[in-house]
């Protein structure tokens, strides 16, 4: 089982920006595919982005789509997500998972058996 951790969450007012990171505890991320999920009260987990082993893929869901960045950094064990225009529709716990999914389930839950703890997201004036 890989460790995964994430920070980065918080209260931000509608139209604001947040960057999560999720951290690899004792791993590199360089031979893993990572994708973020968030999880709103009383709805199903959905996938928000997510990135292929090598980097050159990178896939948005819905409306992260056109705001939202995934990106890996240079030491291999973090990956982040830039979180820009953020909506009230946005609050969600986010999580961060890690794995070698097929092409087709690279930003679907399905595709991940190692998972963050999450961390909180909340917009709201």
């Known amino acids: 089982q890989l460790q995964l951790v994430e920070s980065g969450g918080g209260l931000v007012q509608p139209g604001g920006s947040l960057t999560l990171s999720c951290t690899a505890s004792?791993?590199?991320?360089?031979?893993?595919?990572v994708a973020w999920f968030r999880q709103a009260p009383g709805m199903k987990r959905e996938g928000v982005s997510c990135?292929?082993?090598?980097?050159?893929?990178?896939r948005y869901v819905g409306t992260a789509n056109g705001r939202f960045t995934i990106s890996r950094d240079t030491t291999g064990t973090k990956v982040h997500l830039q979180m820009n225009k953020l909506t009230p529709e946005d609050t969600a716990v986010y999580y961060c998972?890690?794995?070698?999914?097929?092409?087709?389930?690279?930003?679907?839950?399905?595709?991940?058996?190692?998972w963050g703890q999450g961390t909180q997201v909340t917009v709201s004036s």
């Open positions: 004792g791993f590199y991320f360089d031979n893993y595919a």
């Open positions: 998972a890690a794995d070698i999914p097929t092409v087709q389930d690279m930003c679907e839950a399905r595709g991940y058996d190692n």
């Open positions: 990135i292929s082993v090598s980097g050159n893929i990178k």
